[in-house]
């Protein structure tokens, strides 16, 4: 989506029109919305078909100084009995999906279990990967990932729990409507509680688009100082890395090595795995 500078400062229709282009997929709208404790019960309760109760739930969470490779995460969610839950938002590129929660369940537990602390008061942790395509590509829009001793029917349990959703298989079911609200996210549409009004109120009302686009503001800026992108009044666009991992991509497509099309970029392995993490 090209963002313009001037719908994120001008008249109130502008902006609202801005706003109205983003759903759920989004991950800047999402963080916005789950912000709201209501609509973060909500989305919990139904994707999990159990009532979750939130004591915190903090949006676009950074977790830095994992051996100098930092993240962050879309949603992460305590409940009153202390289990956590990350939510993640994928759009487009199916690569990498496993070990990206892999790598993250990690992180987060590293960040969680404080110096001191027994391994046992490691929480419950569910991690949650919301897609628009089917990550297994079995013609099913929910997942859940479970380990077995091999060769018995005993289930191996370290209290990490694995589920995948998408929004590309539709079947007709409750879950089926809630994942394609979250890939339309109507304001009209009041089916689904408090992640209805949360978004109609960042959609419609005066105070909600705001504060939406102060959020994609904040985003843009701190995508620019992150990754040497320039910020013009005409449109927040992407500068001189973009274009380089562009070129390098090209480069490697004809056949090129990685490291030769660094060095003809000019362009460092360490900034290069930088935006890819951020982009994947």
């Not at 992640?195 to 005066?206: A, E, G, T």
């Not at 102060?214 to 320039?230: C, F, I, P, S, T």
């Not at 910020?231 to 992407?238: A, L, S, Y």
Request: aromatic fraction near 10%; charge should be negative; charged fraction near 30%.
């Amino acid at each position: 989506m090209v963002i313009r500078h001037e719908d994120l400062v001008g008249t109130f229709e502008q902006k609202k029109a801005l706003v109205a282009q983003f759903n759920l997929m989004d991950d800047t709208f999402f963080s916005v919305v789950l912000e709201n404790r209501g609509a973060c019960e909500y989305l919990l309760t139904a994707l999990l078909g159990k009532p979750i109760k939130v004591i915190e739930n903090k949006t676009q969470y950074s977790i830095r100084n994992i051996q100098d490779h930092s993240i962050v995460l879309d949603a992460i969610v305590e409940d009153e009995k202390h289990n956590l839950y990350d939510v993640e938002i994928q759009i487009g590129d199916k690569k990498n999906h496993e070990r990206r929660l892999r790598y993250y369940h990690t992180a987060i537990d590293w960040s969680y279990l404080e110096k001191g602390k027994d391994y046992s008061d490691l929480p419950e942790l569910y991690m949650i990967f919301i897609s628009d395509f089917d990550s297994f590509d079995l013609n099913k829009n929910h997942y859940e990932i479970v380990q077995y001793v091999k060769g018995t029917d005993r289930e191996y349990s370290s209290g990490i729990h694995l589920l995948y959703y998408n929004t590309a298989v539709q079947d007709g079911t409750d879950l089926s409507a809630l994942l394609q609200y979250l890939k339309k996210s109507e304001a009209e549409n009041n089916n689904f509680g408090a992640l209805s009004q949360q978004v109609k109120y960042h959609k419609i009302q005066n105070e909600g688009v705001d504060t939406m686009c102060k959020a994609v503001e904040e985003y843009a800026k701190d995508y620019a100082k992150e990754y040497g992108l320039v910020q013009r009044n005409e449109g927040i666009i992407e500068g001189k890395i973009k274009g380089k991992i562009e070129t390098i991509k090209s480069l490697i497509d004809d056949g090129m090595p990685l490291d030769k099309a660094l060095k003809h970029t000019k362009l460092d392995m360490q900034t290069y795995e930088k935006y890819c993490e951020k982009n994947q």
